[in-house]
């Protein structure tokens, strides 16, 4: 069982930074691909980054390329989302997300791949 707390959001105004972090508890964070992915009212969950178990592979979708970056810690079991330049658009509850034990990196971007979820943390950047 894993267990994942998201902190770090709030409100911003258009144009500033955020870095949400992800605390995991339980067993072999080590061993687990991480992804942050985000829901804003009446839309679809989305996914936002992804980092292998190593953290030598990142992906991004296409709206948060070059202005959010994923990174984790494998001694504190912790996952961050570095977000700059931050827009509108990007208004929405942000959720970290862990797959399976040794599951595969790939379809990364897919919500039902990952088996643990936490609760969520509300970024609002206003115009």
């Known amino acids: 069982q894993v267990q994942l707390v998201e902190s770090g959001g709030g409100l911003v105004q258009a144009g500033a930074s955020l870095r949400l972090s992800c605390a995991a508890s339980?067993?072999?964070?080590?061993?687990?691909?991480m992804g942050w992915f985000r829901q804003a009212p009446g839309k679809e969950r989305e996914f936002v980054a992804a980092?292998?178990?190593?953290?030598?592979?990142?992906d991004y979708a296409d709206s948060v390329k070059d202005r959010f970056t994923i990174s984790r810690d494998n001694v504190k079991n912790t996952v961050s989302l570095q977000m700059n330049s931050l827009k509108p658009e990007d208004t929405a509850v942000y959720y970290c997300?862990?797959?399976?034990?040794?599951?595969?990196?790939?379809?990364?971007?897919?919500?039902?791949?990952?088996?643990?979820w936490g609760q969520g943390t509300q970024v609002t950047v206003s115009s």
């Open positions: 997300a862990a797959r399976a034990s040794y599951g595969a990196y790939s379809h990364y971007m897919e919500a039902p791949n990952y088996a643990y």
């Open positions: 980092i292998s178990r190593s953290g030598g592979t990142t």
């Open positions: 339980g067993r072999a964070f080590g061993s687990r691909v």
